[in-house]
């Protein structure tokens, strides 16, 4: 069996997922659009998930449009704020967003938008008074993660909230990888859009939602029937809603509990794999970051070879970067840190989840040293038969 340690990819499918899957199996036969009886109680399903996962962020019900993912969700929120900006042609962000946002800034440059991208420290925290003395009236959006997905950073972003509301901008948090993991109240953190995801906390992918305070403020990027309010057209994924809902409950419920159990979990394999490998380092913060996420460099290998040495052995790992032309690129985030391409191309994320145990942890503390002594020894000949 699998030690799956790469829960920001996706989690493994909760109980409860399962469990709201074969309900919907047994009793959702109609369109949450249709008048009849079947039809109403699929409307029923889905408002009661939506519900659900409005409750994981403090949000109304109301509030929250249901998506694909956090991709979509991601775009939603960008284009949707942008389409609703008048003439403002500026939005402010950072050099250590997912792709879904750094893909839709290239795209509103390809377009003539002007897009600041703010730089973190060597922690990966961007400093939120950079943030507030890039705004001006020509700012139409500021869009930022809650927490980094690579090396699990938490940003301040509840400050922010003023300053963006009094330049007349539009605020947006992409909470894929925090909600769920860390408290999070809409009121307190005082944007207009948050993104999360459902895959991210054991429901199937192909879910997600977005919240939205003020829903004139965002416009569909989706047009045709009036589903989500008006602002995402067709028929909304019932199964991914009703798991969604029931995982967004069992989260929030264990948040507390599960997040100090996995924090104890990190920490042990942490040292662990400290004690063992010499020269092994931490990327990102140490104190503000959430409990699940270690992003580790290597000393004297390359991560891809780490990587699948470790799947060989049964543990399963990222790298947290892009793989483009058949060559892995070093992580964005990482190079944005001021990481050396050396360290960056021998770094790897281990993200613990709701299913991780204390025994799996006890094994990959064994594991990952005698895989890595092994990588390193053969390194030097491999780079030399490639060169």
Same mark, same amino acid.
């Given at each position: ?13 909760? *109980? ?8 919907? +199996?047994? $009793?959702?036969?109609?369109?949450? @659009? ?12 889905? $408002?009661?998930?939506?519900?659900? =996962? ?17 991709? $979509? %969700? ?19 962000? %950072? ?8 893909? @839709?800034?290239? $795209? ?7 897009? #600041? ?31 980094? %997905? ?19 901008? =539009?605020?947006?948090?992409?909470? &894929? ?32 939602? #977005? ?36 995982? +967004? ?14 924090? =104890?979990? +990190?920490?042990?394999?942490? %040292? ?26 290597? *000393? ?20 947290? @970067? &892009?793989?483009? +032309?058949?060559?892995?690129? *070093? ?44 990588? &390193? ?8 038969? &490639?060169?």
């Amino acid at each position: 069996m699998a030690i799956y340690l790469d829960h920001n990819a996706g989690a493994p499918l909760r *109980p409860e997922a399962a469990a709201a899957i074969a309900r919907f +199996a047994a $009793e959702a036969h109609g369109n949450p @659009s249709s008048a009849h009886r079947s039809g109403q109680r699929a409307r029923r399903m889905l $408002e009661q998930a939506r519900a659900q =996962v409005a409750s994981l962020i403090g949000a109304q019900p109301k509030q929250m449009v249901f998506t694909s993912g956090g991709t $979509e %969700s991601n775009n939603f929120a960008i284009f949707g704020a942008i389409a609703t900006a008048g003439n403002r042609r500026k939005v402010i962000s %950072s050099a250590i967003e997912h792709s879904s946002i750094l893909g @839709s800034l290239n $795209e509103l440059e390809r377009r003539g938008f002007e897009t #600041v991208r703010i730089a973190p420290d060597l922690d990966g925290r961007i400093d939120p008074a950079q943030i507030a003395a890039a705004l001006d009236r020509n700012t139409a959006l500021v869009t930022l993660g809650l927490a980094n %997905s690579e090396v699990g950073t938490i940003q301040d972003l509840a400050q922010l909230a003023r300053h963006v509301r009094d330049a007349g901008a =539009v605020f947006h948090i992409d909470a &894929a990888q925090a909600a769920g993991r860390i408290p999070i109240d809409v009121d307190a953190l005082g944007c207009d859009l948050i993104t999360i995801s459902g895959h991210k906390l054991g429901a199937p992918a192909g879910i997600g939602a #977005v919240y939205t305070r003020d829903a004139a403020r965002v416009a569909p990027v989706m047009l045709g029937g009036p589903q989500e309010n008006g602002l995402r057209a067709g028929t909304p994924n019932l199964l991914g809603a009703i798991a969604f809902g029931a995982v +967004a409950d069992a989260a929030r419920d264990a948040m507390a509990t599960e997040s100090a159990r996995i924090a =104890v979990l +990190a920490a042990s394999l942490y %040292s662990r794999l400290g004690e063992a490998i010499s020269g092994l380092k931490l990327n990102g913060s140490m104190s503000s970051r959430i409990p699940n996420t270690l992003n580790l460099t290597f *000393p004297g290998v390359l991560g891809e070879s780490m990587l699948i040495a470790l799947d060989l052995e049964g543990v399963e790992v990222s790298m947290g @970067s &892009a793989c483009a +032309a058949g060559a892995v690129e *070093p992580s964005h985030v990482l190079l944005a840190m001021r990481r050396s391409v050396a360290d960056a191309r021998s770094s790897l994320r281990i993200s613990l989840g709701w299913n991780t145990s204390a025994d799996e942890i006890e094994q990959a503390a064994q594991i990952i040293p005698r895989v890595w002594r092994r990588v &390193a020894a053969a390194e030097p000949a491999l780079e030399a038969r &490639a060169g």
